[in-house]
């Protein structure tokens, strides 16, 4: 598939992608979320690849929301479809095999804000800024922002920000839990690459079955989800990696993963 609206780099194991429809702030049409659910597609079969960035283009905004104008003349079924088709977006995001990382560089609004939500982690720079003003346009969130961000900032901190639409600053972001970190914007880039590195030196199954443990655990009670925890923690002692990693510690030396 060719891309018109995102941008997929390869580099040291780490993929990044860039949306960017930059005269609308990289605002999800049609178009751009179908290139987005491809390209993810994609990247969950690349073994290679072992962790994610996803962010906008430019300096100003990470994703300004879903398309006000494309979405303006929906009737209902036309909403159903174009809010299905975003949660299927953002739920390949979530089950990605590989971390993922939102460098959140500039407005993360409605579908914005979801997306960076159903990344693993999110770094931000510091004139990021967050919110669902989904009720200043007489809807709700449709990409599962009435689910993620309850579950991530907890009930009455979400339900704040759901019900006034209230926009929220980096900082602010980062002290509700939303975000990681915030880092100034020249260095955010630098921030997730190294992080995303870090991630993709260490044994890739194990990184898999810890996102596949969280992410998971979380929908099953917490005596599920121990012992979902303790199949996945011996399912790691059938790879090379759990070798390694241990007989590198014995032998005092780093482990060399993946070889
Ligand atoms: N959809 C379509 N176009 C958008 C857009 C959006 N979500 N956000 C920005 N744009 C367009 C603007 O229309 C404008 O286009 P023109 O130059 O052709 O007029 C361009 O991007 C630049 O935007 P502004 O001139 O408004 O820039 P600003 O700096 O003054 O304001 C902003 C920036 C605060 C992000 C403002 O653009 C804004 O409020 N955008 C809408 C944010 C929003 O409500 N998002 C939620 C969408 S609904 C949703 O996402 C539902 C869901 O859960 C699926």
Redesign the pocket.
């Known amino acids: 598939m060719e891309y018109k609206n995102i941008i997929v780099e390869k580099e040291d194991s780490v993929a990044t992608v860039t949306l960017s429809r930059p005269?609308?702030?990289n605002?999800?049409?049609k178009e751009i979320l179908l290139e987005t659910l491809h390209c993810f597609q994609q990247l969950a079969l690349e073994t290679e690849i072992k962790a994610v960035i996803i962010t906008g283009a430019g300096d100003?905004?990470f994703?300004?929301?879903?398309?006000?104008?494309?979405?303006q003349k929906f009737d209902i079924l036309e909403a159903k479809a174009?809010?299905t088709l975003?949660h299927k977006v953002l739920s390949t995001i979530e089950n990605l095999p590989q971390p993922v990382i939102a460098a959140v560089n500039g407005?993360a609004?409605?579908?914005?804000?979801?997306i960076a939500i159903s990344c693993d982690m999110r770094i931000a720079s510091a004139n990021a800024?967050f919110?669902?003003?989904?009720v200043?346009?007489g809807?709700?969130?449709?990409?599962?922002?009435t689910q993620r961000l309850p579950r991530l900032v907890g009930k009455g901190l979400a339900n704040e920000l759901l019900f006034s639409?209230n926009?929220i600053d980096a900082e602010e972001a980062c002290r509700i839990g939303l975000v990681n970190r915030v880092v100034e914007q020249d260095v955010l880039m630098d921030e997730c690459r190294k992080l995303a590195k870090s991630i993709a030196a260490k044994g890739v199954e194990a990184v898999r079955f810890c996102k596949e443990a969280v992410n998971n655990g979380f929908e099953m009670d917490l005596k599920r989800a121990c012992e979902y925890e303790v199949d996945l923690f011996a399912l790691c002692f059938a790879s090379e990696d759990q070798q390694e990693g241990m007989t590198a510690f014995l032998e005092k030396r780093r482990p060399e993963f993946g070889k």
């Open positions: 005269k609308a702030l605002a999800l049409n100003k905004s994703v300004a929301g879903a398309d006000i104008s494309a979405m174009f809010a975003g407005f609004l409605g579908g914005g804000c979801e800024k919110g669902q003003p989904e200043n346009l809807v709700i969130p449709g990409f599962g922002g639409g926009i």
